[in-house]
């Protein structure tokens, strides 16, 4: 999965040679931390974000101008700033996201400005990916880190009918073992139970 699949339309962006006193209108009707700022052509410069828009305000509170020129969003946005690419995976935005502790991230497609990624964004990838939506039985597996075994148990839930809607795996303590959570279709409980328990596989969770 690519950021271009998950990520949000852009909504305001604010040009570069807009008046502050515009940008710190249009800065508080929305709920973001920080407002794109483009250039004429489209291209991403900058961010404005509320850290700007302060120093902006103390700025005018105190009637401080360097000139007679009128302050532009360019004389206060943070121009050196994290983004990613619509081809970025998925994950890589999210690591980006936690490591640097940013609740959103632009997104761009040849230097222009075309999106947002963002926190919520992921919280949805995850329902997509463990099946959160979907009905049938939520199992929870944990297997020995062994080429096969995982196959294993895709193979025998599709024995059983089964389907499967939604998964995800994270190694365990020391690498030593994986846990596996997935959303299975049209096989019942006790059947997986029977086929879980023949495979030799430790269950931590069904429902």
């Not at 401080?64 to 532009?72: A, G, Q, R, T």
């Not at 040849?110 to 919280?123: A, E, H, N």
């Not at 099946?131 to 599709?158: D, F, P, T």
Request: hydrophobic share 40%; net charge negative.
């Amino acid at each position: 999965m690519l950021v271009r699949e998950r990520m949000i339309s852009p909504g305001k962006r604010l040009s570069a040679n807009l008046p502050i006193t515009s940008a710190i209108g249009e800065f508080e009707k929305v709920s973001s931390s920080w407002l794109p700022v483009v250039d004429d052509g489209g291209t991403l410069v900058g961010l404005l974000t509320w850290s700007d828009v302060r120093k902006a305000q103390s700025m005018l509170s105190a009637g401080k101008k360097d000139s007679k020129d009128e302050l532009l969003v360019q004389d206060f946005m943070t121009t050196r700033f994290l983004f990613v690419t619509e081809k970025t995976p998925i994950e890589e935005a999210v690591r980006i996201m936690i490591d640097y502790d940013i609740p959103e991230l632009p997104v761009v497609k040849d230097g222009y400005f075309s999106g947002i990624i963002s926190d919520k964004t992921m919280l949805r990838v995850l329902m997509e990916i463990t099946g959160a939506r979907r009905q049938g039985v939520r199992l929870m597996v944990k297997l020995e880190n062994k080429s096969g075994k995982l196959l294993e148990l895709l193979q025998m839930i599709r024995d059983l009918g089964g389907s499967i809607e939604g998964l995800c795996t994270y190694s365990g303590q020391e690498n030593e073992y994986s846990i596996a959570t997935m959303r299975v279709e049209d096989a019942d409980k006790y059947s997986l139970k029977q086929g879980l328990n023949n495979l030799n596989v430790e269950v931590l969770d069904i429902r």
